[in-house]
DNA sequence: CGAGGCTTTGATCTATCTCAACGTTGGTGG
DNA sequence: CCACCAACGTTGAGATAGATCAAAGCCTCG
C-alpha cells in the first residue's frame, strides 16, 4: 500500500533531468524531451495546454498527504492530455495530480491545432479511460485486473516485426512491478506472483521481465472481462 | 462483490416506471421526471445530449458479464452529465455504462445552450471526480472510503434549515447500505459497520439509516485524506 | 398491521498484504 | 572485460482487513 518506486522527486532535483529538447525540427510544434522519472510540470506548459506523447509514455498519477500514490492512467504514443490546468480537483480535494515518464519520453504542445470541441473529444477519451480504471479497481480480482492491464499495454507499446506467424504479440512494459501495484491497486508482489501464474499457465511468455508476449490474448480477454472460472487463474495445486 | 440494490432490469420492463414529465412548464427546456430505480436512457435523448439534474440524484455505473455492478459517480442536483452518446468506452470495452434515478429525479435537456468549451468545462468536471474516485478505490481504506462518501454526498444533498447553532449539517442518503457498497468498493455489510463505527464515536448521527447528519466535519475531513492515526476509525475495543 | 426489503451484528473464512530472504540484471568503474 | 553494486524481481510463510455466511431486528408502505 505504499509502493514508491515512482520516484518524482528526482525529477525535482533541478533541471538537469527535465530537459526541453535541443534537437527539436525546426518549425515543429514546441516539443519536450523528458527521460525516464522526469516529472511533467504543468509549468512548463501554457495554461490549458493539450500535450501529445510521441514517443515513450507517461504516467499520471495522484498523491495522497501520506505519500501513497495512484497510477491513474499510462499513457502511450499519439495519446494526448492536459498538462496545464486540466489537472481537475475531485470528489475530496485532498489530491494533487501529476504527471511522470516512465521512459525516455517526447511530448509537443499541441494548443492550436485543437478546438475545443476536439478538446471536448480528448477528454471525452480520458474519461473512458478512467471510468473503466475505477470498474477495474473496484470489483475486479488481482487476475482480472492483471489481464485487464497487459492488454492495454500490449495495444499502446507494441513491438512490431516479431511472431507475425504464431498468433502472438509482445509488448514493452515500460513499468516496474511496483509501478504496475500502484496502477492496478494491489502490492508489487501479487503483481509478481500473478504474472508469474499467467507465465506458467502459458498464456503469457518473459524473459527479462519488461518485454513481455501475450500468447493467449483470447484467455486474456475472457479473464480481463470477468466470464471465466479456470485453472489460469489459480495458481497451480501443488503436486503431492 | 454483488451487490445489486440498483434494479436496473425494473426500468426495462416497460415505459411505465420511466415517464416523461407531464407536468413540464410550458416554454421551459425539455424535461423528463424518473422515478426511484428508473433507468436514464440514452435512447431517451439526442446523440451527444447534456442534461441537467433539476432535483433528485442519478448514479452512473458500469456493468460486467457477470452482473457485478460499479457505481462510478453519484450526482446531485446542478450536476450535469452525458445521456446520449457520452458513454465511452476504456481500458477495455468489456462494459457498458448506465445510469439510474435514486430518488424522483427531474432532468432536463440542455444542448441548446452549452457549446463546444461548456462541454469540455463539464467533462473536466467530471474527469476530475473520476479521478478522485479511481484513488479512493485504489488505495483508500474502508474508513477513508466512507468518510470521503459522507462529506461529498452531504455538500450534494443537504438538508437545509436545520442546526444552524450547533456546527453540524445534515443530508439525505439517497443509497442503500448496498448502493454505497458498490460506490466504495466493498460490501454492505462493511459500509454498516463503518457508519456504526463512526455513529458510535460521535462523528455523525442518524435515526433512520437515510438521514444523516455530520457531527464532526474536521475529523472526518482528516480520516477522508489519510491523515488520521486515532480511534475514530476503530472498532472500540470490547470491555473485558 | 403484515410482508418484503433494508439494516445491523456476530462468527468465520480467505484473498491479498506484509515481512523477509534470496535471485537477477544492467550499469559503472577498475 | 570483468566484478561489483543498487535497483528490481521472485518466492515463501505468516498476518489481517475485509468478505462471506448467517441470523435477527426494524422501517415503511401498501
Given amino acids: 500500500m505504499f509502493n514508491s518506486s515512482i520516484t518524482a522527486d528526482d525529477a525535482f532535483v533541478g533541471p538537469i533531468r527535465l530537459q526541453k529538447s ?15 522519472g522526469a516529472q511533467v510540470y504543468a509549468g512548463s506548459f501554457q495554461r490549458g495546454a493539450l500535450v501529445r506523447i510521441v514517443t515513450g509514455c507517461v504516467c499520471l498519477f495522484q498523491t495522497l498527504r501520506d505519500g501513497r500514490r495512484q497510477i491513474l492512467d499510462v499513457l502511450g504514443p499519439g495519446q494526448i492530455f492536459g498538462a496545464g490546468q486540466i489537472f ?26 485543437i ?16 471510468r473503466a480504471h475505477a470498474t477495474l479497481l473496484g470489483l475486479k480480482t488481482v487476475p482480472e485486473k492483471t489481464a485487464t492491464a497487459l492488454l492495454d499495454l500490449a495495444t499502446q507499446f507494441p513491438i ?27 502490492t508489487l508482489e501479487t503483481v509478481s506472483r500473478c504474472l508469474n501464474d499467467f507465465k506458467r499457465n502459458g ?9 513481455i508476449t ?15 472460472t479456470p485453472e489460469e487463474t489459480k495458481h497451480p495445486e501443488r503436486l503431492p
Same sequence: chains 1, 2.
Avoid at 22 to 36: C, K, V
Avoid at 115 to 130: E, M, P, Y
Avoid at 160 to 186: C, E, I, P, Q, Y
Fill in 203 to 211: 498464456l503469457i511468455e518473459f524473459d527479462r521481465p519488461s518485454v
Fill in 22 to 36: 535541443s534537437r527539436r525540427p525546426a518549425g515543429s510544434p514546441e516539443s519536450f524531451i523528458y527521460l525516464r
Fill in 160 to 186: 512490431t516485426g516479431v511472431d507475425a506467424a504464431r498468433n502472438t504479440s509482445s509488448f514493452k512494459l515500460h513499468l516496474t512491478r511496483a509501478d504496475l501495484a500502484d496502477w492496478l491497486g494491489m
Fill in 88 to 113: 481537475g480537483a475531485g470528489l475530496c480535494a485532498t489530491v494533487s495530480l501529476g504527471a511522470v515518464a516512465m521512459a525516455e519520453t517526447q511530448l509537443e504542445e499541441i494548443n492550436g491545432e
Fill in 115 to 130: 478546438d475545443a470541441s476536439g478538446r471536448a473529444d480528448i477528454l471525452q477519451r480520458l474519461l473512458g479511460r478512467s
Fill in 214 to 228: 501475450i500468447l493467449k490474448r483470447d484467455t486474456l480477454l475472457s479473464i480481463a472481462s470477468g466470464r471465466h
